[in-house]
Structure formats: structure tokens, C-alpha cells
């Protein structure tokens, strides 16, 4: 008589099987979060429109300009920074002179006011990079940024994560290349050197490729 | 108190705090507690409760917010400057005028923001130091409460408009020949200004020029006038000295040509090896309250700022009396009959104090204090000359000028206005409205003038002018500047004006109808001064130099001319047995000028440990007559004005004087120094400028909180500075190590560190640290640390890496200070290391302590474990509090901005250490080479008491540093076995044994 006012039996069981299946799913979302979540699946492949639709495949690959020809602060400074309107002007007031793609180029050279690139690399602020130690122990544009030399519009190769940077730090041997080959896009690290875990620069400098937390936080 | 069994003892006992001392219920309390009650809790206006409901929300928008990647731009240069490379700073040589001097200075400048502020080291003045002021500049550039546009009668004008107006002002000025028209000025030293204001004078002949400074050296040089015969200025050389006498002078830290003097002060104190103790100098003060140059003195005599006169003189006559000392037969009667010494302590410091000057003649140096009558400047210029000092430890340069900037020529300019022999006004700079005596009724006299004032803020007097333009900082503009010793610097700036300033240069020039701009107008000076020939080449020099080389004067050859001094000295009023008020600059606002500056307004004073504000400080004596403790009102009566202020009961200040700071209380101020402070410029008369006898003071209503760091912090009263006498050490070399606390066997759970590269340390000298906190400031400009406000520095949650810890010894009446500079010491063994869950902080392999924010999640283990308590929380955003853009422009790019929830503390400036080691692997070098790091406390240190390097570098400074670590050195806490970094030196102090009974 009071039947139709109770749970049939079987319901008795929803609770525990409701339980393993939120803590299933709630498991399933964590591991996809920890391995989607991270740089390597969010950041690589990330290839904005820049305001001028600059080639780095007709300069850096067609052309053969070598990359400090624009980066020119990398073996200076902690930033390969952007060039100046200026350079790109070196030689546009002579070529493409009325190239429309190259109307912001002309307008900003005119105006003095900076064209707004958008950024593709981009550390966390508390991470200190500097582009100069880098290169001055003999790791190459191309290790960390990919075949530049082949891509339209630049997008970014590599994960850029703290793990990523530390296989390297901690065995840094297959990354290292000649000074003179710093900019060589097409560089293969020697297959005998991806096995030996080498602390020296091709110049014979000892290197102390930091791996500990001041060396990039500060 | 409690004391560990294991404490050594060298028979003193320090104490930080009155509480401390008597051991009051209070102070024990609070010795369980790492932070004062309340500390938890949240700032005023938002309970904890709504404050997690906030938190709570916005958890919520940064996590909707996370899901989009930001977008950033890059913005290169269109036109990139010739020597600018993103990221790495450069430096620029310029000049700061302060206090009758100039500072040569480096400025850090990153992508054209001047960032940080470091002394020249070629510039005589600053010797690669700073002072506190000179590090708060770049703060007070980017001060968002800075005037940005010109004003008439309040509303706002362009530039453009004001130059029209200036323009048609000047015109009008000339057809009339400049009656009426006067131009009041601060004490400047500027030859363009200066070249100006002649100019002016020349196309205005009727034009009067006065000039006022709250903080005037007119006594100085009216004492040389009074000696001499001639306007002359004195410039020490401590360094030769071997006695030194202070009457009432801060020449360490607030008088002159301050870095140099502590500079000198230093290195007659230094210890190669043991047997330099016999060489030390020996620092005698007499002084009113406690100052900077008080606490580094070996012997201090506490007497009333009125009672030094008599002081002087009766040391001046016991020397011409006993000692051979030649004096004018009228000066010698006057000083018999003016002479006082209040009490036998005095009169054997007299005699004891003589018998020194007289032993070293040649070698001794006699300083008065700026506040101090002329005649005892005119005396203590004699003394200098017959003990054979000058030419030695003091020359004499002619002045600057002839101008008076002292009250008197305040007091003849409101007669001129009363008179209507002034119409219109032109202030340059300054606030005189605010500062000026309370007898020369200047506000009121202001008010009835057109007024034009040219100012960087809008301060008392830029409220009340006609017109208000606003002045370019030093670092926007140029100019020129001679330093106390003649030395020529130009000014050149750092950034083009924020807000389209002009400078007072500038301005006098549009009044005078001279075309050009500043960078003209300081060009054509040198132009046609020194530099003529071969201009271009020498005037780039003197940019990049700093200073031009070879303007430095030849000393003068005084001679005794004192006709007018034996009247003089009769003249000098003796104190009374009354109330005796003083003043002197605060620490925090100097005379008023960086009230809106939070590194200066949160940095405590050197002695007292006050914050934000000012406070009448009293004897213990005084207080107990006054039956008044710390923070309870006292009303100060002068009989021309009265001010109601709270207390601090001072141990070594004089029975019956009450220490006065100017500067605070500002009524027209920015958010910082709004409603901080009290103003005593209303007791503040022409005729008591310095001191003023015969007050009333009486216990007022009220209470304060004073926002003080003396009771925060303890360490339990262990063995932490060290000090002995020059005698005991040269007796038995191992003093120090004989109060190394008896320990047991150290032994570690860990392994040892063992360091292949570098090994970055400390080394600090307590025999030279004078305490005087330039390293807390240059600390925080470098390291982006927060100011927290007076509330938070009450809860004891002040940021500062770096804290001066000052300890008192001796009777509370009559103590003495050590000032120990103490910040995270990178223990080998460090407990914060091992307590926290995170790994947020961890041991380089250089030594460092490393601290990473990001990984912190704020549980506060590491700063509980701390023995030295020197880590520091974010207990809230304090980076983005009222954080405004100009604001940021100063933050340092190379250390990361902190936000709420996460532990800091010092880094050992790891971001130069790195600087340094990336620049010397893009050399190809295998390490740093040598002194290529210092840390941004020793490179602003004036003494040098603070050194920092490499100790596996046999060459280092820091390594000869400590070549008497053996028997000087001690590191704080070893019994802990937690093994820190910084290695301190003991003071040593050189007494005299006759004055030692005394």
C-alpha cells in the first residue's frame, strides 16, 4: 500500500555506483587535464596572424639572410629582439616599394610608431631566458625555435615547459654545435653524441648549464 | 628573561627596547609570538570574512579567465637609438644637488626609464655611494601625486598658455625695469642658475633676488665670516683625522657632504691585522638626541643642543689655558666669560677631550653642528686653525655665493611685501609657505602677492600661488651643479620630462626674454666658462665623467681676523634650566620635500625605528617628569606657537630637550604622506631656527600608535653583536673568540656542501656599519620590494629584505648603539630549506638560499623555522595595491614582482650574479672575474661596511675582507649549526681611559 511511495531496490545501488563513477570520471578529467593541460598540447603548434604577413620561409630559407641580420641583439642580450622598423627598411625603400602587405611597414617607418608583432615564444615573467648565454655555449637558433627557415607565418616547435628545458640542462651534449653553425638551420646533432652526456663546448669551454632554481627564477 | 645555558657572555647586556630592558610583561609576551597580536588579521575597512568572499570570486574569474592564451605584443623601436639593446640597462652619469652639495651619481636606466640610482665613484662627493634621499629620487620621478600640468589660481593651463603668460609677464617686467618684482630661490648651487639670475637682475635692475632654505648653512658660513674675516666653506677630510670632535653635528649622515665623511670615518677605522687597533681614530660627540653620528662615537656626552656653546667654549679656553693653544687676548676674555659645563661629567670631558685635541695636533678635527650658533662655528674654525688642523684634516674654499638663504632674508622679504617694495613673486622651487619661520608670517604675506611658483609638486605654497608651473624632476631636465669642494657636475637627463616640465632655469630664462632651452642655456655657460676651448670634446667628457676635471678649488689659507667674534660670543645665549626644543631634518621627509615617499616614509629611523611619521622625542627622565610613555601626546609650547605631538621615550637623549623632526604633517601632499606625521614648523621661529630654550611642554590628550619596528624581531638576547675595546684586543687578540658561546660537538644529518665554481658571501664590518639604512633603501629600489603602509608596518609585516638591527648598551639614560645590519644570512645548513613542502626554497650550488616564487604556496614553515626571522610574507597584493603606471616604470626587469600569498626574503641580488656570470660566458671566461658582482646594499654602503663577492676568490674584496675573521669574525647563532654565509666583524672601539671612569 505504501509501495508506489518507496525506492524500488535496486536503487539502493545508485549511490555506490554513482560514487565510482563520478570518481572515475573525476580521475579521468585530472589525468587528461595533467597531460592536455600542459604546454606541450596547448602552446605547440600556436601561430598567430602577425600585422604584416612577414615570410620568414622567402628571408630566412629562399634568401639565405642569416638570422642575426634582424635578431641582432641575440648574442648580446637576453632578448633576440624584434628588429627595428628601420632594418626592414634597409632595404624595402628599395624593393617592394608599393607592396600593400607591406603598407604597416611604410606607415610605421613614416610615423615612427612601432608595428604591433604578435608575440609566439612567451615564457611566464618569472622565468628569466637569455637568448646570449645560449648561443655563446654553442646551442642553436634552431634546437629550440625549429626549421624557421621553412615557415610562412613563425609558430612555435617546441613545448618551452620547465621539463623540457631541464632534459637539456641535464644533458645538454646533443645540443651543441659549432659557434660558426649557431644559425645553420638544417644542423642534425651528430648520432654519436645523442648518447654521450657532455658538459663541454665545441670551443672546449666547461659548461655549468644551470639546474638549479636562481638560474632562471629571480 | 630566558637564557640558553650555552650563551657566552662579554659581560654586556644589549637591549633593543625599553621594554626589553625592564623586562616588562608586554615584552615578554611577545617574545612567544613570532608576529604581534593581530597580525593575522585583515587591513582595516575589509573583514576577513568579506575578504574570502572577495578572494572567492575572484578564484573564480581567474579561472574562466586561464581557459584563453593572452595575447602580448611585441614593440620594437621604429628607429632604434644607437646604443640601446633590449634587455641589457645602460648607464648615464648626472648630478643630484642636496644639502650644499652635489652627488655625482649612475643611473640604471632600462629601455630610456631611469630604474636605479648608484653613486659615481670618480665624483668627490658620493665616492660610488649614495645617501637615503639620493636612492628615493628615481621613487619621487615616477610619483603618480607629481604636479603635471601648469596652474592659475587652481585650474589647469598648458604649457603653452603658461609660456604665453611668462612671456607677457616678462615683457611687462621689463618695461617697468622689474619694480616690484622679486624671485625668491632655494640655496642652490647651479652656475647656469645662477648665470640666469644675473641676467635677470641686468635687464630688471630693480629686480630683488632672496633666497631660503629650511635647512640652512648660514651659521657655517657666517661662523667663518666671524673667524676669517671672509665667506668661506669648510670641506673635511676625516680620513687624516685621528680625534674627532662632534658639537651637536649628524656629519655622518645628514650634515654636508655626508658619504664623504663617513667615507674618511672609515678608513681611519679599519682593521688590516690586529695591530692597526693602536692606529684607529677616536670619535668624541656631544649632542642633544641620539643621531647616526652619536651611536658610531666612542664617547658621547648627552647635554641640551643650548648647553654646547659653553661646551665649546670652555674646551676652547682649557686649551688656550693648559694646552698652549694662541687665541686673541678679547676672544679668550669672552670665552672666560662665557664658558659653562654643566655637571663634573662635562667639566672632565673638557679637560680629557683638550688633552686629545692637543696630542695630535695637525690630526684632529673639530666639527659644529649646522643648528649651532655661529659663534660656535667661528670658535670651533679658530680651534681647527691653532691646532694645526686646517690645511690638513679641513681646508676652506671660498663660498658659492654671497646670497644668505638663511630665516633672516625670509623675515626682510615679508618687510618688503608689507612695504610693497614686492608685488610679484617667483618662487623657484621649495615651499616656503610651509617652511618658513612661524615669526615671518610668510603665508599671509604670500597671499596678498601675484605669486608664480615653479615646483615639482603641488605643495603649501603652489596651492596659494597665482600661477603654479610644474617643474621637471633632475632627472627630466638639465643643469649644472658644484659640489661642496668646487667640484662642477652637469645634469643631464635621464628621460624627456614626464609631464612637459620646465626647469627653474628654464623658467628664469622666459621671464628674462633669453631664448633657448635648458640644454642651451647650460651649454653656453660652459661654453663660456672653463670648457671654451675645444668645447665639444670636453663637454662629452664631462657627461660621461660626471664631473668636469680640475674645478675642484685650491684651498684657501685662513687667517684668524675676529674682530667682530669676542662680541659675538657674549652674545650666545646659555641655556636655562627649562624646556629646550630642537630641530632637525626627519629621516623620512628631510625638510618636507619627500613627505609623498614610501621607501623614505616606511624606512625606520637609524636610531629610534620609527616609520611613517614623526615624534617628539624625550629622555627617559623627561618622561617619567612628564609622567608620558611611548606614543602619548605631549603639548609643546614656544610661546609663539604650540603643537600637540606623541612621544618616544629616547634612550641618550638630553634631560629636558625635546628632538623635533620638520618636514612632516604636510597639509598638500600626495596619498603617500597624507595625514602621516605632525608639523612643528609652527614653533619653528627665526630667532630659535636650530633650538629654541625656555618651552612649555605638558602631557596632552591623545594617544598614538606609533608605527615602530623596535620590538619586532627579537633574538632572545643571545650573543649577536660584538664588541670590544682597541686595548683589550691589542692585550689579547682572541677577545672576540673568547664569547663564542661554549657548543656542543656540531654535527649534521646532512652532507656537506661542496662548491666547484663560485662561493658567494658577505662580510660586514660593525666597526664601520654606522647604521645609517642607505643599504634597506638601495636594497628595495633594486629588488622591487612593496611599501606597505603604516597599518601593515604595525602588524609587522614591513617587506624590507634588509633591516638595521640596533642594540643599546649601557644605562637607559645614557646608552650606547651598535647598528648591525642583518637580512637572509644563506645558511649551509638551512632550516627553512628542510621544512618546506614544496621545495620553494632550496640550496644553490653557489650557496645561494634560493627562493622561487612560483612555487610557493605559502604555508609560512620557512619563516617560523627561521632563527634570524629575516623571510618576509605577502599577506597581501601589495605590488597592485594603488599600483599606478608611473608607478611601474621604476620596477627593476630583472627581479620578478611578488604577489599575495608568497614568501620572500634577500636573494643575495642574484639577478647581478647572474648578469655577471651570463656576461662572462658570453666571453668565453670559465668564471666571474673578480669584484664582478656587488650586491645593491655594498654598492651603496658609504663606509664600505658591507662587503659581498666570491670566497673561493683569493683576490676578492670580501676575501681580505675577512683576513682577520679569526679574530674578529663571528657568525650569528652558530651554536644552531645552521652555518650562515655572512661572516660579521666586531666593532671595536677606540676609548679614551680617561673618560672611561667618567
Not at chain 1, 5 to 32: D, E
Not at chain 2, 343 to 354: F, I, N, Q, S, T
Not at chain 2, 967 to 984: C, H, K, M, S
Amino acid at each position: 500500500m505504501h509501495g508506489r511511495y518507496i525506492f524500488p531496490r535496486w536503487s539502493n545501488r545508485v549511490a555506490p555506483f554513482a560514487l565510482v563513477g563520478v570518481l572515475g570520471a573525476a580521475t579521468t578529467a585530472a589525468a587528461a587535464l595533467g597531460y592536455y593541460g600542459t604546454t606541450k598540447h596547448l602552446e605547440v603548434g600556436y601561430e598567430p596572424v602577425q600585422p604584416v604577413p612577414f615570410s620568414h620561409k622567402l628571408h630566412a630559407g629562399d634568401l639565405g639572410m642569416d638570422c642575426r641580420y634582424c635578431h641582432s641583439t641575440v648574442e648580446k642580450s637576453a632578448f633576440a629582439a624584434i628588429p627595428p622598423t628601420q632594418t626592414c627598411m634597409n632595404c624595402h625603400d628599395k624593393v617592394l616599394t608599393e607592396s600593400v602587405k607591406l603598407l604597416p611597414v611604410r606607415e610605421s617607418a613614416a610615423t615612427d610608431k612601432p608595428i604591433p608583432w604578435v608575440r609566439v615564444h612567451n615564457l611566464p615573467d618569472y622565468a628569466y631566458f637569455d637568448h646570449s648565454a645560449h648561443l655563446a655555449a654553442g646551442v642553436g637558433c634552431s634546437t629550440c625555435h625549429g626549421r624557421v627557415d621553412q615557415m610562412v607565418r613563425v609558430r612555435q616547435e617546441q613545448p618551452l615547459s620547465m621539463g623540457w628545458c631541464l632534459e637539456c640542462h641535464r644533458n645538454p651534449g646533443p645540443a651543441l654545435r659549432d659557434p660558426a653553425d649557431i644559425t645553420k638551420m638544417d644542423w642534425q646533432p651528430d648520432p654519436a653524441a645523442l648518447s654521450n652526456v657532455s658538459f663541454t663546448a665545441k670551443n672546449g669551454r666547461e659548461l655549468q648549464p644551470p639546474q638549479h632554481c636562481s638560474g632562471c627564477h629571480r | 628573561m630566558r637564557r640558553l645555558p650555552i650563551l657566552g657572555s662579554s659581560g654586556k647586556q644589549y637591549w633593543r627596547s625599553l621594554g626589553e630592558l625592564q623586562g616588562s610583561a608586554e615584552f615578554e609576551a611577545s617574545l612567544a609570538n613570532e608576529f604581534p597580536e593581530g597580525a593575522t588579521e585583515a587591513p582595516s575597512g575589509v573583514s576577513r570574512r568579506n575578504f574570502l568572499s572577495i578572494l572567492g570570486a575572484s578564484a573564480a574569474l581567474a579561472t574562466l579567465a586561464g581557459c584563453r592564451r593572452p595575447e602580448e605584443k611585441i614593440l620594437p623601436y621604429a628607429k632604434a637609438p644607437e646604443e640601446v639593446i633590449p634587455g641589457n640597462a645602460l648607464y648615464f652619469a648626472t648630478a643630484l644637488p642636496f644639502a650644499g652639495t652635489a652627488l655625482g651619481l649612475l643611473v640604471e636606466s632600462h629601455e630610456g626609464r631611469p630604474t636605479k640610482i648608484e653613486g659615481n665613484p670618480r665624483h668627490p662627493d658620493s665616492l660610488g655611494a649614495t645617501n637615503l634621499y639620493a636612492q628615493a629620487t628615481v621613487l619621487d620621478l615616477y610619483d603618480p601625486d607629481r604636479s603635471q600640468h601648469p596652474l592659475e589660481r587652481g585650474e589647469k593651463r598648458t604649457w603653452a598658455e603658461a609660456s604665453t603668460f611668462l612671456a607677457s609677464f616678462g615683457q611687462g617686467l621689463r618695461t617697468s625695469g622689474g619694480k616690484g618684482f622679486a624671485v625668491l630661490t632655494g640655496a642652490h648651487r647651479s652656475p647656469t642658475l645662477a648665470k640666469q639670475l644675473a641676467k635677470l637682475q641686468e635687464v630688471l635692475p630693480q629686480a630683488k633676488v632672496y633666497a631660503y632654505e629650511p635647512l640652512s648653512r648660514q651659521n657655517v658660513r657666517e661662523g667663518a665670516k666671524l673667524a676669517f674675516g671672509k665667506l668661506l666653506e669648510p670641506v673635511r677630510d676625516v680620513a687624516k683625522a685621528r680625534v674627532i670632535a662632534a658639537f651637536d653635528s649628524d656629519f655622518l649622515a645628514l650634515e654636508g657632504s655626508a658619504i664623504k665623511h663617513a667615507r674618511g670615518f672609515a678608513e681611519t677605522r679599519k682593521l688590516d691585522q690586529v695591530q692597526d687597533a693602536k692606529n684607529l681614530s677616536r670619535l668624541y660627540v656631544v649632542e642633544s638626541s641620539m643621531t647616526v653620528t652619536g651611536g658610531a662615537a666612542d664617547h658621547r656626552l648627552r647635554m641640551k643642543s643650548g648647553e654646547v656653546a659653553g661646551f665649546v667654549f670652555a674646551l676652547a679656553h682649557e686649551l688656550a689655558q693648559s694646552h698652549g693653544i694662541t687665541l686673541d687676548g678679547d676672544v679668550l676674555a669672552s670665552l672666560g666669560a662665557a664658558k659653562t659645563t654643566n655637571g663634573d661629567k662635562a667639566a672632565a670631558w673638557v679637560k680629557a677631550l683638550a688633552k686629545d685635541l692637543a696630542a695630535n695636533k695637525g690630526q684632529s678635527l673639530l666639527l659644529a653642528g649646522e643648528r649651532q650658533p655661529a659663534s660656535v662655528h667661528a670658535v670651533v674654525n679658530l680651534l681647527n686653525l691653532a691646532l694645526g688642523n686646517v690645511g690638513a684634516t679641513v681646508k676652506f674654499v671660498p663660498a658659492f655665493d654671497e646670497a644668505s638663504d638663511g630665516p633672516e632674508s625670509l623675515l626682510a622679504l615679508t618687510k618688503a611685501i608689507d612695504a610693497k617694495d614686492v608685488e610679484t613673486l617667483l618662487v623657484l622651487g621649495g615651499n616656503p609657505v610651509f617652511d618658513a619661520p612661524a615669526d615671518a608670517e610668510f603665508a599671509r604675506a604670500f597671499g596678498s602677492l601675484m605669486t608664480i611658483h615653479v615646483g615639482t609638486h603641488v605643495n603649501e605654497t603652489a596651492a596659494v600661488a597665482t600661477w603654479h608651473l610644474n617643474q621637471a624632476h633632475y632627472l627630466e631636465s638639465w643643469g649644472d651643479v658644484v659640489a661642496e669642494d668646487g667640484t662642477a657636475s652637469i645634469i643631464q637627463p635621464l628621460i624627456a620630462p614626464l609631464y612637459g616640465g620646465k626647469s627653474d632655469i628654464e623658467v628664469v630664462a622666459a621671464v628674462a626674454g633669453i631664448q633657448g632651452s635648458g640644454y642651451e642655456l647650460v651649454r653656453a655657460t660652459w661654453k663660456a666658462g672653463l670648457l671654451d676651448v675645444d668645447f665639444e670634446r670636453k663637454w662629452r667628457r664631462a657627461l660621461h665623467d660626471g664631473f668636469i676635471d680640475g674645478t675642484a678649488h685650491r684651498d684657501v689659507l685662513p687667517e684668524a681676523s675676529t674682530a667682530d667674534l669676542g662680541a659675538a660670543i657674549k652674545a650666545t645665549k646659555a641655556a636655562d634650566d627649562g624646556f629646550e626644543v630642537t630641530f632637525a631634518p626627519d629621516v623620512h621627509a628631510y625638510d618636507g620635500r619627500f613627505a609623498n615617499n614610501g621607501w623614505l616614509q616606511e624606512l625606520p629611523d637609524p636610531i629610534y625605528k620609527l616609520t611613517w611619521g614623526n615624534a617628539a622625542l624625550i629622555s627617559p627622565a623627561t618622561a617619567r617628569e612628564l609622567n608620558v610613555t611611548d606614543g602619548e601626546h605631549v603639548t609643546v609650547d614656544v610661546g609663539s606657537g604650540r603643537v600637540s605631538l606623541p612621544v618616544i621615550v629616547a634612550p641618550g637623549q638630553a634631560d629636558r630637550s625635546v628632538a623635533l623632526a620638520i618636514g612632516q604633517g604636510r597639509r598638500q601632499v600626495g596619498r603617500v604622506g597624507k595625514d602621516i606625521g605632525v608639523d612643528v614648523f609652527p614653533l619653528r621661529t627665526s630667532a630659535g631656527f636650530g633650538f629654541v630654550s625656555g618651552a612649555t611642554v605638558s602631557k596632552g590628550p591623545g594617544t598614538t600608535n606609533l608605527p615602530r619596528t623596535q620590538e619586532h624581531f627579537q633574538m632572545e638576547g643571545r650573543q649577536l653583536v660584538r664588541e670590544t675595546t682597541s686595548e683589550e684586543l691589542l692585550a689579547d687578540a682572541q677577545v672576540i673568540r673568547k664569547m663564542d658561546p661554549i657548543s656542543p660537538p656540531l654535527l649534521s644529518l646532512w652532507h656537506d656542501w661542496e662548491y666547484k665554481g663560485h662561493r658567494w658571501g658577505m662580510a660586514v664590518d660593525l666597526s664601520t656599519c654606522i647604521g645609517c639604512a642607505v643599504c634597506v633603501v638601495a636594497c628595495q629600489a633594486e629588488n622591487n620590494i612593496p611599501v606597505v603602509g603604516p597599518d601593515q608596518v604595525l602588524l609587522s609585516r614591513e617587506m624590507h629584505w634588509l633591516r638595521i638591527d640596533r642594540y643599546f648598551e649601557g644605562t637607559q639614560d645614557d646608552p650606547v648603539s651598535v647598528s648591525q645590519p642583518m637580512t637572509c644570512q644563506h645558511c649551509e645548513n638551512a632550516p627553512c630549506e628542510q621544512v618546506c613542502p614544496v621545495a620553494a626554497t632550496t640550496h644553490g650550488p653557489e650557496g645561494l638560499n634560493d627562493m622561487v616564487y612560483n612555487r610557493c604556496i605559502g604555508t609560512k614553515y620557512c619563516g617560523n623555522n627561521c632563527p634570524y626571522k629575516v623571510r618576509r610574507f605577502n599577506y597581501f597584493n601589495f605590488s597592485k595595491r594603488e599600483i599606478t603606471e608611473q608607478r611601474k616604470m621604476q620596477y627593476n626587469p630583472d627581479v620578478t614582482v611578488r604577489t599575495r600569498g608568497v614568501m620572500e626574503k634577500c636573494s643575495f641580488c642574484v639577478q647581478r650574479i647572474n648578469e655577471a656570470k651570463i656576461a662572462a660566458k658570453r666571453e668565453g671566461l670559465d668564471r666571474v672575474p673578480t669584484d664582478n658582482v656587488v650586491s645593491a646594499c655594498a654598492q651603496a654602503c658609504p663606509t664600505g661596511a658591507i662587503t659581498f663577492g666570491d670566497l673561493n676568490d683569493p683576490n676578492s674584496t670580501v676575501v681580505k675582507k675577512l683576513s682577520l675573521q679569526n679574530e674578529l669574525g663571528y657568525r650569528l647563532l652558530d651554536f644552531l649549526n645552521v652555518r650562515p654565509r655572512i661572516t660579521y666583524l666586531a666593532k671595536i672601539r677606540n676609548l679614551n681611559p680617561e673618560l672611561e671612569s667618567a
